[in-house]
């Protein structure tokens, strides 16, 4: 009995160590990448450095000095701080007032809205760019931060009520009615019990919003409106690449460069993210 625990064990911790290795060597492939000169890059595969990863002359820091030296990039730093960091506070705080009330606040068609929102989760971004974009067009906010902060959170929305809505839920309804026995209003109870005891689930939120809103390039573009003025990040280093696709090997060295700030984030964050993940699994 023990030997087949063990054996079974050893046969998971393989497959375990291969996927492991499937999920990292193409990173891996990309960073060395990244610090190889251009002819290198046409010339042979990024393995061939591992024949002799010691010989340091094979690798340069010429690529992130051309990604990080290019005109505007500054700019775009700044854009996609002032643009991650707003269309990810908007959708958590409105999910977390949905949420609750949808958790916790009996009302007629509570749960034909829940069922709406949670359905919104499958209707595709694509057939809304057009309708959306033209409503902002009459409304003069197209290629603006605050078309492009409304537009991420509209989009975030649903899956953030969603997520909130299961840990609320799993929060006991004694603790609240409690609280509303001992003379507490609803904005108290909110405030003081829900907000505090569902902070891994808004961390584990955030996370997933802001990493979103950072790498986002397709929502960009098309609500950018032609006003490069706002343009983040993504849309700075995708420009790097010409019309034919050369000089492609920058963009090994400009994803790290943009990688900075969402591994900050996910680290800074990372001893709430299982929690959040695992946040209404278990009722009560």
């Given at each position: ?103 916790k606040i009996e009302f007629k068609g509570r ?174």
């Amino acid at each position: 009995m023990n030997l087949r625990k063990t054996s079974s064990r050893i046969f998971l911790n393989i497959i375990i160590l291969l996927f492991m290795l499937i999920w990292v060597l193409p990173t891996l492939g990309l960073l060395i990448t990244s610090f190889r000169p251009e002819e290198a890059v046409s010339n042979s595969g990024w393995w061939t450095v591992l024949n002799n990863p010691l010989k340091f002359t094979q690798f340069t820091l010429e690529n992130y000095k051309q990604v990080l030296g290019s005109a505007g990039m500054d700019t775009a730093f700044r854009n996609s701080f002032f643009i991650a960091i707003m269309g990810t506070l908007l959708p958590v705080m409105a999910a977390a007032f949905a949420a609750f009330s949808l958790a916790k606040i009996e009302f007629k068609g509570r749960g034909l809205a829940y069922a709406l929102i949670v359905g919104l989760l499958v209707v595709p971004l694509q057939l809304t760019f057009i309708p959306i974009l033209k409503i902002f067009n009459i409304l003069g906010i197209a290629g603006t931060f605050p078309g492009l902060w409304l537009v991420h959170t509209g989009y975030g929305l649903p899956f953030a009520v969603f997520m909130l809505h299961n840990f609320f839920v799993s929060l006991p309804d004694d603790l609240f009615e409690a609280a509303y026995i001992d003379g507490a209003s609803m904005w108290t109870v909110f405030y003081r019990l829900a907000l505090p005891l569902s902070i891994p689930a808004l961390a584990s939120l955030i996370i997933f919003q802001f990493l979103w809103v950072w790498n986002d390039l397709l929502v960009a573009l098309i609500y950018l409106g032609g006003n490069r003025s706002v343009a983040p990040l993504t849309v700075r280093l995708s420009s790097l690449v010409g019309s034919y696709g050369q000089d492609w090997h920058l963009l090994t060295a400009a994803a790290f460069v943009s990688m900075i700030v969402p591994l900050i984030i996910f680290f800074s964050l990372q001893r709430y993210f299982v929690r959040g993940i695992l946040a209404g699994s278990v009722k009560g």
